[in-house]
């Protein structure tokens, strides 16, 4: 009996000891640990920018259908507005013709006749058309201005905007950028009505 009872004393030892270990084991985990996700700020959405219009030119001289006004894409160049015209006459110099000039609403396009000569330097298709009105114009009609790239014509919109419409060429220099070799550049491209 002594060592069914040993046996015993032995078997409760051994239970009580792992009872111990496993609690002490429990009680020594560590820590969980706790992971915080953080998305970053959302960040604003430029506002879409406007379709351009169409730009009309007018086409004269050494052209298929000669004197008529066309509608262009936006961004057009002269070699558009010819096409648009039904191209070259036999006739045509087109030696004196820019074809890759882009083209502004309300450009001329003249194709002169092979024999004619170009009077004090002037290209027979010269950019230029309207002025372009710094208070009211687009994106994109800023960025037909020489020095003026999307974000400078961004600039300029967002400051007549936030601080009203500019009234002299001076009232520019407040936009960021804007320096006076710019505004030298700008000063016969611009209207401010």
Known sequence: MSSARGSLIVFLVLIILISLSGALLLLSRPEPIVITIKPPPPTATPKPSPTPRPILVYVSGEVSQRGTQHFLPYGSRVSDAVAAAGGFTDLANKELVNLAGMLRDGDQVHVPAIGTDIIDGA????????????????????????????????RIIEYREQVGPFSTLADLDQVSGIGPSTLEALEDLIAFD
């Open 123 to 154: 290209l027979p298709t010269p950019s230029g058309g309207k002025l372009v009105r710094v208070n009211s114009a687009s994106q994109e009609e800023l960025e037909t201005l020489p020095r003026v790239g999307p974000a400078m014509a961004q």
